[in-house]
């Protein structure tokens, strides 16, 4: 378990309170929130599609920052291509190291995996393609995103590509500040709470067990992240501050009811 420090808003703070001792709290990367994020990212190929169509177009391999457990790792690997991939959390490591352990052996072959921060790496080598999927830059705050724009130039081969996405925070598509989604992970249910107050910098997304009895016993192991709200006007005014420019932006499909999220595609120019 995790210490959490930041007050859990809306219906899913009422709702840990109602549970009382009850609730364990993880951060969604410690070990057992990591378990719980893999299962989630099992399902659906949000922005696989459309990452693996640019893919495509670029020659050499390919880094794929904070990979995981794999989600974009493994179709990049059943593509052709070679990937390494990068990821902090030691608990995330060792899932994507037993998938990769329990797949041909083709795929590990031409898989890298490497402990890093991606704000701040050095592999000594460059990539047709380095990925920052899954809107995780949401994750880096104001003092973490240079570093890691540095360090994406550092790798990125002559004509390469950044590929990265975010979600678009739409107030008037949001309707109430907070939505509950009951969501499929791995052989069960999770339900999910996401709290977000127009013009606030941040989201909150916090996950229960799908079946839960409010008013039962035993140990109710509840998972919790805040995100960075990044619009792509503002990553693509900072791409081009650390000497990238966006040359296209490709709309992506909604991976849920609330707010469209766009792949931004940069190349270095300075």
Do not use: K
């Not at 989600?71 to 608990?91: D, H, I, K, Q, Y």
């Not at 249910?189 to 977000?196: A, D, K, P, V």
């Amino acid at each position: 378990m995790t210490t959490i420090t930041t007050t859990i808003p809306g219906r899913a703070g009422e709702l840990l309170a109602a549970l009382g001792d009850r609730a364990v709290l993880h951060d969604m990367y410690d070990a057992y929130g990591s378990q719980v994020y893999h299962g989630l990212s099992q399902h659906g190929d949000h922005e696989i599609r459309e990452l693996l169509g640019i893919i495509r177009q670029l020659p050499g391999p390919v880094l794929d920052l904070a990979a995981g457990s794999g989600r974009l790792t493994m179709p990049f690997l059943a593509m052709g291509r070679e990937v390494t991939a990068l990821e902090l959390s030691p608990s995330m490591l060792e899932l994507l190291s037993a998938r990769l352990d329990a797949g041909p052996a083709a795929l590990r072959e031409r898989c890298t995996v490497v402990p890093g921060d991606m704000s701040d790496f050095s592999l000594g080598r460059r990539f047709g393609a380095v990925v920052l999927g899954t809107t995780t830059v949401s994750l880096l705050d104001e003092a973490g995103r240079p570093g890691l724009y540095r360090s994406v130039r550092e790798h990125l081969a002559e004509g390469g590509r950044f590929l990265l996405s975010t979600v678009e925070m739409d107030a008037a598509r949001s309707g109430e500040n907070e939505a509950e989604m009951i969501v499929p992970a791995g052989e069960s249910t999770l339900r999910m709470y996401e709290y977000w107050a127009p013009g606030d910098a941040a989201r909150t997304v916090t996950v229960f067990p799908g079946e839960l009895d409010e008013s039962g016993e035993g140990e109710v192991h509840v998972c919790t992240t805040t995100i960075g709200v990044l619009p792509a006007d503002r990553l693509e005014a900072e791409l081009a501050e650390a000497g990238f420019a966006v040359r296209a932006r490709h709309p992506l499909p909604m991976a849920g009811v609330r707010h469209p999220s766009v792949l931004l595609e940069a190349e270095v120019i300075a």
